[in-house]
């Protein structure tokens, strides 16, 4: 991700309306903090989910009363019908038998009323769920910034983002759905105890007794919803990686070891979603069972209790509709305890995410304009309005220090485990492990974020900055930015807050112009995710115009030229400076046509600066003159 875009974004804040549920979409994110209105529950998975619930005011109660009013006259039809029988049709009294049908069908109406209801706001639930889950995750995600993936997989931003998100709309539906099911069950039983005391005892009892029947399977479904859900997004994640080095992958003819590796990660996921659709086949064909045993077993005593006129034909025929009536509760009872558990399951790869503390603490000092930057690991002094080129024989070396001009975290050390292969307790141990080391990196990030910085903005470490404010000031452009999916004029300008000419100015200084000139329909033209259908010296002249566009106090380019030719490199040396004429900039390059238009350039051995002067003062210096034969050298290859 381009590091321009990594700020803390300030959500839109409406003190009229935040959180006072009578703004419901779209959904008003705040942010993380424990002290933050509205931000979310993340100590368990159940308080996430009732969190979600309560964030959306008044939706998730308007969504039960409504369901409330689509079931309950589905279950007070059987009694009405009953009634007209008994009153009407037996006993031949034709206004009375009118009466009651006429009663019914308004019942009927009011409950297609109720049933419309209810399905428009569970949908209006599910849209909020996805869409503020969604939010939320672009807000962590750029809170997080460049320690996102140290604190989850790769492609669990994105899975929760779009799988989870959806579950989280079906479990608050099914929520909704169940607490309506279970008031007009309890308003059939007191219809079947004020008929007939003993038919209602028996569904009172038989009732927790089916429910309990299902909790063994509960435990397996819940293994086994969890293992699909891991290993899914590993899947994600591994398609993210295969397609980001497809193209280094084809250079060196590792796509067919990929694809193999993906279409074993796929096997293993298909293999889980089997076993998974088995468990919850195993609970709706219990649910099935049951509730068919309690409808024969109603309707066995109800038979009987007529036989001894204990009921009459009416009252039995009202018996077989609660019986027929109260499947649908007992089913939602299971679906509900199947989309809970998968909710659960959501909320906990969730609550991984949201919950990641952002290393960073809040500070209230803000960077200046025109700040001197000194790097004191390198002792790089960066001059204000002076356009800086930056050589060292070691490229880590120079990458380290626009990091920490950017206050950017260390890079990761070592490996994580590969997964693929283990399975069992070798897998579940693998995973803890996993789990560990990243909780041991947040830790590490912590302690240094919190340590003094060693780089200084006018006198003041950096460690003393509000971050964004820092980001403000300084930005930095690497080799790992990314373009996404949109028009060309969204790659240059993704903030939308410049006019055209600077946009114009921008792709000319970077000579990228025949990008806008090749793409069909100039600014509105398509890029595709990650810039596929660019060649690699477009995809890093966009970039560079994007950086160019945002024209920062402080703009550190790193190789910003290493994928164009030398004519192209020539043009963007000669408007790169004229550009930023007045602003400070930094270049870590060995291209001879930058060095040799930059205000001065620094000579890094080891890391440090041994050398400072003009591209022709310092052609004297042996390692310069290696560093710099070496990059012709890589140029003509």
Known sequence: MHRVDETTPTPHRDPGLRWAGRHDFPPIVGGFAPDDPGAPDTRSPSRFLFWLMRSMGWVVPAMTLAALSWLV???????????????GILRGDAWATVGWVGLLFGVIAFGVAG????????????????????????????????VLGRRVPTGEALSIANSDSDQFGATIDAFGHVIASALSFLFVCVLMFS?????????????????????????PLTAAQTA???ESSNLTSLATDIVAGLRILR???????????YERQSQKVRGLGITLGTWQGVVEAISVLLSGVLLVVLV?????QMLDGRLTVGQLISFFGYAVFLVTPMRTFFEFAQKWVQGLVAAGKTIALFGADVPWARRDLTVGERPRLVDEASGVVVEPGRFLAVVSADPEASAALADRLGRYLPTLTGEEPDLEELKGRQLRRARKERAKARARQALLDAER???????????????EYDLSSLRERVVVSDTGASLFAGTLQEAVDPWGTHTRSQAEAALRTASAEDVYDGLPGGWQGRIDEKGRGLSGGQRQRIVLARALVRDPEVLVLVEPTSAVDAHTEARIAERLVEHRRGRTTVVT?????????????????????????????????PDYRRVIARGMEDDDE
Do not use: C
């Open 228 to 230: 699909e859900r891991t």
């Open 449 to 463: 974020a919190a340590q003094r910085w060693g780089v200084t903005a006018d006198g003041v470490d950096y460690g």
């Open 115 to 146: 049933g419309i209801l209810f399905h428009t706001m569970a949908v209006r639930e599910w849209v909020m769920a996805i869409h503020g889950t969604q939010r939320r995750v672009g807000r962590k995600a750029a809170d997080l910034g460049h």
């Open 251 to 261: 250079g060196i003819g590792g796509e067919q070891t990929f694809a193999r590796n």
């Open 300 to 304: 066995y005593l109800g038979a009987h």
């Open 73 to 87: 006259p589905g279950s007070l039809t059987p009694w009405l019908l009953g009634s007209a029988i008994d009153a």
């Open 589 to 621: 390059t060995a291209s001879p046509l930058l060095l040799h238009r930059a205000d001065e350039v620094a000579l890094l051995v080891e890391g440090r600066e041994v050398a400072r002067g003009t591209h022709d003062a310092l052609q004297a210096h």
């Open 195 to 219: 008929t007939s005391p003993i038919l209602g005892l028996v569904v009172l009892v038989a009732t927790p007794l089916m429910l309990a029947a299902s909790l063994p399977v509960m435990r």
